[in-house]
């Protein structure tokens, strides 16, 4: 009897280690607001985005609220912590606090797991977990620092497009993943022209280094119309498109309604001839005429609304 125990708990492992969607689904517990702690049950959408993660170095998600992404990003931290030695997962979001909770996701998981699959912790506090296999997972705030630290193996960047000078963060993160680390980026839109939106774009267009992935409020089995029109009473039409719709235009603040503003680009704008630069954004209409003389006029304000005013060429 002992010796079969044993071999199913060794099957078992073998099965874990290899697909963490069966890690999950079979082994992990989740707080629920309502129902406490529940197993961690995968809808088809989350089971995907878990495959994305496991086959994909770079991700960007592009997210609608409410839909586990997050538990998600800290069960996919738990598989690598435990199937892995020296796995270093830096956590970084907004406030020291919403850090804080992906790593208490993934200490919530740890403790309930069954004695043979749980690890041995050397640390374990509100802001990082370290077993002794020497792979670990710490949270921090946002800043430029914050991802000049040892080399990292994942990089979660959670609500990326409302970090501050995230530009300076993934920047100084370039030598820390240098080594083959990998980053996963989540988030709710937060306007246009910001460093989520800029590389949720590159990435949709087969530009860059992410993997695009858009989750829609639609792709949740157990929601349907009626819950997302309650959204815009909740939330206002601004803020639901923010939260459910995946929308960069009618999220954020701009001078001008976003709506507006696409309306007029879909009756007068046309595409431009080609996208030059490292990130794209010089657009070129028509090409110069050398015999003519022109003016670079730049107009660019960026305050604490965030409003931005493009550089103009006048012939």
């Excluded at 804080?100 to 043979?116: E, F, I, Q």
């Excluded at 802001?127 to 040892?150: D, T």
Aim: neutral net charge.
């Amino acid at each position: 009897m002992a010796t079969q125990i044993k071999e199913v708990i060794k099957q078992e492992y073998i099965k874990s280690a290899k697909d963490p969607v069966y890690f999950l689904k079979k082994y992990c517990m989740i707080q629920h607001p309502i129902k406490g702690k529940i197993p961690f049950s995968l809808y088809d959408f989350q089971e995907k985005t878990i495959q994305e993660f496991n086959k994909e170095r770079f991700n960007i998600i592009l997210k609608a609220r409410q839909l586990g992404i997050s538990t998600l990003t800290a069960g996919y931290s738990l598989w690598l912590m435990t199937f892995h030695q020296d796995k270093n997962i830096l956590v970084i979001a907004t406030k020291q606090d919403t850090a804080k909770n992906l790593v208490t996701k993934v200490r919530v998981m740890h403790a309930n797991l069954p004695s043979w699959l749980k690890q041995k912790c050397t640390e374990d506090n509100k802001l990082s977990l370290r077993y002794v296999n020497g792979s670990q997972i710490k949270a921090s705030a946002s800043g430029p620092e914050a991802a000049r630290s040892e080399a990292l193996s994942l990089l979660v960047l959670d609500e990326a497009a409302f970090i501050d000078k995230i530009d300076e963060i993934w920047t100084a993160s370039q030598q820390t993943l240098t080594t083959g680390g990998s980053c996963i980026a989540l988030s709710t839109p937060n306007g246009v022209g910001n460093w989520f939106h800029q590389t949720w774009v590159q990435a949709e267009e087969g530009r860059g280094l992410f993997n695009d992935i858009k989750l829609h409020w639609t792709v949740h089995p157990d929601r349907h119309q009626e819950w997302r029109d309650e959204q815009d009473e909740l939330l206002g039409i601004q803020g639901a498109a923010q939260e459910c719709d995946c929308d960069f235009i009618t999220s954020g603040t701009t001078v001008i309604d976003g709506v507006v503003l696409e309306n007029c680009r879909k009756k007068y704008g046309k595409d431009p001839l080609e996208k030059r630069g490292i990130d794209g954004n010089i657009w070129i209409w028509e090409p110069p005429n050398y015999t003519r003389d022109y003016i670079v006029y730049n107009l660019y304000i960026q305050h604490h609304l965030k409003y931005t005013f493009p550089l103009f060429i006048l012939q």
